[in-house]
């Protein structure tokens, strides 16, 4: 779990700021859920015999005795509030986005962590393959407005309850020969989640499903068509994407298009971004059968991918360089009425000299430094120094902060 330090956060600042931009631009509303839900919640959408139910959750009792989990990601909190607020009463098309911390309990490195944030966005109740094209349009969209390339944008298709079943024999069948050159997990695997084997990095496992069947070859006809209609869009979108049929998520609620943005810039953490439809999710969860599609990124990721080319910290607007207990005073009441006006203004309070004064002021980046000293304030004016061009005028001391507003904000 990581601290998000001052320098770091501008950079965090700026890729929630870029998602509220984006997605407002598609019709999406933020919605802000509860970390803690029950654990019942997470074990009918995840899946039980996930890793993240099986082995990642933070998992209590309350003081009642009630058994409760720490998010290990969005969705199906967000399903959850849908339902017990009765949105689709309203409407049973919503556009929701989140941000915020998710925790996971595994094994920490490089862009993978047990706090981790994510930012996510959900389209419930269209089925319409138009829809999924325009999510991942959006996230394409988005990953251009911050300025991160490097991704390629991975989809697949993992058929729905009338398909998957026999696809899942037809695997079970091919492993059951193979089941030697498997690791450990993957004999395991093979039993519950058979599609995970697929999605294993295992070399053994990697060459022993090296011709596994693919599960676009078993999707049923509506399956196939949607998935040939997403493909139709994202090519009228001019959006490029590659298909992976071997992409399988770690998540149990998918059905038809899944997807995954992944970078070779991150080791093995590849995933930058990945979502899908979860046509049954709403339905098993107590809700009105109501299809939805939806993604979240990694916040450190994306920060990771960014790298240096962050946003530069905000420089200040104005330093105030006092010498002396009164000149000090006017230039406290004078920095406190810049602040009122939204200025970013600074002074100092330990007597600092002058030449220590502004030092800090160039710390700070500021572009105006005010100098008062006795002999200035005896004839109530104040040094004005514009930092950008080295220019220095002495200004009446009452009009310095109307000056000041004007420099600053033109205003
Ligand atoms: P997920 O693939 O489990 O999907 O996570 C989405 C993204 O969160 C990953 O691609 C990765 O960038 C980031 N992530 C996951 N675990 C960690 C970790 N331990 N440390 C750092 N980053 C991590 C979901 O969570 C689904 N709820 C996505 C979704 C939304 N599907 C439909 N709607």
């Not at 959408?45 to 009642?64: C, L, P, R």
Request: hydrophobic share 40%; charged share 25%.
């Amino acid at each position: 779990m990581n601290d998000i330090l001052p320098g770091e956060v501008e950079t965090w600042q700026f890729l929630e700021r870029s998602a509220r931009k984006v997605f407002g631009a598609y019709g999406f509303a933020e919605i802000r859920v509860p970390v803690v839900e029950k654990t019942e919640l997470f074990c009918r959408s995840i899946g039980e015999t996930t890793d993240i139910v099986e082995k990642e959750m933070y998992t209590f009792n309350d003081k009642s005795a009630n058994s409760l989990t720490l998010r290990p990601e969005g969705t199906a909190p967000v399903m959850r509030s849908y339902i017990e607020h009765k949105m689709y009463a309203q409407d049973p098309v919503a556009r929701l986005y989140y941000m915020g911390p998710m925790f996971r309990y595994e094994r920490p490195q490089k862009g993978r962590y047990r706090q981790f944030h994510q930012i996510g966005a959900e389209i419930i109740g269209v089925e319409d393959p138009r829809v999924d094209a325009q999510v991942l349009a959006m996230l394409i969209h988005y990953f251009e407005e911050v300025g991160i390339g490097d991704v390629e944008l991975q989809v697949n298709s993992l058929g729905c309850a009338e398909c998957r079943p026999g696809f899942r024999q037809t695997l079970v069948e091919f492993l059951q020969e193979r089941l030697d050159s498997l690791c450990e997990d993957c004999r395991r695997r093979y039993q519950t989640n058979p599609l995970r084997v697929l999605d294993c990095k295992a070399t053994g496992c990697k060459e022993a499903t090296a011709q596994a069947p693919s599960v676009l070859d078993h999707l049923c006809s509506g399956c196939d068509d949607h998935f040939s209609q997403v493909q139709t869009y994202l090519r009228l979108l001019n959006t490029p994407f590659t298909i992976n049929p071997r992409m399988v998520r770690g998540l149990d609620y998918y059905t038809k298009t899944t997807f995954e943005m992944v970078t070779t810039r991150l080791g093995s953490q590849n995933a930058v971004a990945a979502g899908g439809r979860y046509d049954g999710l709403i339905a098993d969860l107590g809700g009105p059968s109501l299809p939805g599609i939806g993604f979240a990124m990694g916040l450190e990721r994306l920060v990771l991918m960014k790298g240096d080319d962050h946003e530069p910290a905000s420089r200040a607007d104005v330093f105030l360089a006092a010498m002396g207990e009164m000149a000090s005073q006017k230039a406290f009441v004078l920095m406190s009425a810049l602040q009122r006006h939204g200025l970013h203004a600074e002074m100092d309070f330990s007597g600092k000299s002058l030449k220590a004064q502004m030092r800090r002021a160039g710390k700070l980046g500021a572009r105006f430094v005010v100098i008062v000293g006795e002999e200035e304030l005896a004839r109530n004016v104040a040094q004005l120094k514009d930092m950008d061009n080295g220019n220095q005028a002495e200004v009446v001391f009452d009009r310095l902060e109307e000056e000041l507003r004007a420099r600053v904000l033109g205003a």
